[in-house]
Structure formats: C-alpha cells, structure tokens
Nanobody, 119 residues
Framework: QVQLVESGGGLVQAGGSLRLSCVAS????????MGWFRQVPGKERASVAR????????YYTDSVNGRFTISRDNAKNTVYLQMNSLNPEDTAVYYC?????WGAGYDEWGPGTQVTVST
C-alpha cells in the first residue's frame, strides 16, 4: 500500500509551465505503475499520463502529448509531471494514482492539487 501526496499546483498564465510532484510513502512505490489524472467540476476524472514501474514506458493522452512529461525517481519515491505550454483548458484538479500493474485499475489516490491557467 502507498499513500500519495501531490504538490506544485498553482496559478499560471497561459503559455507558462508548472511541475507537479507526487511523493509516495510505503515500500511498494517502485513496483507500481503511476499515473496523473485531472478533473474539472461536473466531469469524470480523466487520465493525463502514466509511467511504468521502471520508467521505461510512458503514455500521454492526446491533448497533452508533446507538452507534458511524466517521470519518476524511485529512489525518492516521487513521480513528476512537467507541464509546458499550459492553456486554460488544462485548468483542473490534478491527482496522482498508483496501480499494481500497467493494465490494472488505480487503487491509491492522492488528495489532488489545483492547477489554474489564466488567459
């Protein structure tokens, strides 16, 4: 089991950048697939990016591909989301999640961090 805490959210102007971090406690972080998700009011939580346990495989949803980069440091129990060229449509609460494998459901979640992109 892992406990997750996100940080790094905030207010940024369109075209700017933010780097989100998600620190995990527990001894199984390095074996987990990790993902970043986002949610806006009235909509379902949506996948943004995910990374395999070793970091060798990544996936991005089309709307962020080429702008966002997911990475992880297993020695620090941390997964990152570098977000560049932000636009107002990226405004959401961002969550990190942990899954037992690449194709498994996410069973651990952080409390989320707000990202707001202004025009």
């Amino acid at each position: 089991q892992v406990q997750l805490v996100e940080s790094g959210g905030g207010l940024v102007q369109a075209g700017g950048s933010l780097r989100l971090s998600c620190v995990a406690s527990g001894r199984t972080f390095s074996s987990r697939t990790m993902g970043w998700f986002r949610q806006v009011p009235g909509k379902e939580r949506a996948s943004v990016a995910r990374i395999s346990s070793s970091g060798s495989t990544t996936y991005y949803t089309d709307s962020v591909n080429g702008r966002f980069t997911i990475s992880r440091d297993n020695a620090k129990n941390t997964v990152y989301l570098q977000m560049n060229s932000l636009n107002p449509e990226d405004t959401a609460v961002y969550y990190c999640g942990a899954a037992k494998s690449w194709g498994a459901g996410y069973d651990e979640w952080g409390p989320g961090t707000q990202v707001t992109v202004s025009t």
